[in-house]
């Protein structure tokens, strides 16, 4: 590893191990998915959560208690607002969802994206 400045971290392969999530619960996605998430930064005391996300295809159902930042690296997702309004995100995009958001978050292929969640 080379030296880099100090308070600065990067998003490199190997710096974090992998957490890997099952989501099952019915009342939040139709088909049960496993994600994986590298977390390259936390800041608790502040709400802050910050790494490299993937999934395979999914539905899930949110209602967003927090702000995310999303970045989409590869595949191509769908967010539907609860008034069924959508719009598709794909490689290269950079979006807000906002606290408050209500409705669908689809990952219509294999997603990877970078994340900041600020709660």
Same mark, same amino acid.
């Given at each position: 590893?080379?030296?880099?400045?100090?308070?600065?971290?990067?998003?490199? !392969?190997?710096?974090?191990?992998p957490v890997?999530?099952?989501?099952?619960?019915?009342?939040?996605?139709?088909? !049960?998915?496993?994600?994986?998430?590298?977390?390259?930064?936390?800041? !608790?005391?502040?709400?802050?959560?910050?790494?490299?996300?993937?999934?395979? !295809?999914?539905?899930?159902? @949110?209602? @967003?208690?927090?702000?995310?930042?999303?970045?989409?690296?590869?595949?191509?997702?769908?967010?539907?607002?609860?008034?069924?309004?959508?719009?598709?995100?794909?490689?290269?995009?950079?979006?807000?969802?906002?606290?408050?958001?209500?409705?669908?978050?689809e990952n219509?292929?294999?997603?990877r994206k970078?994340?900041?969640?600020?709660?």
């Open positions: 590893m080379t030296d880099q400045p100090t308070h600065v971290l990067t998003f490199e !392969p190997g710096r974090t191990a890997e999530t099952l989501t099952d619960d019915p009342k939040a996605v139709d088909t !049960p998915y496993r994600s994986t998430s590298w977390r390259h930064f936390s800041a !608790p005391e502040r709400g802050a959560l910050a790494g490299i996300w993937e999934a395979e !295809p999914h539905l899930e159902r @949110c209602v @967003c208690d927090y702000d995310e930042l999303c970045h989409i690296l590869e595949g191509e997702v769908r967010l539907t607002d609860a008034e069924g309004r959508a719009r598709r995100f794909g490689p290269g995009d950079s979006f807000v969802v906002e606290r408050g958001f209500r409705g669908t978050w219509l292929s294999f997603v970078v994340f900041f969640i600020l709660r």
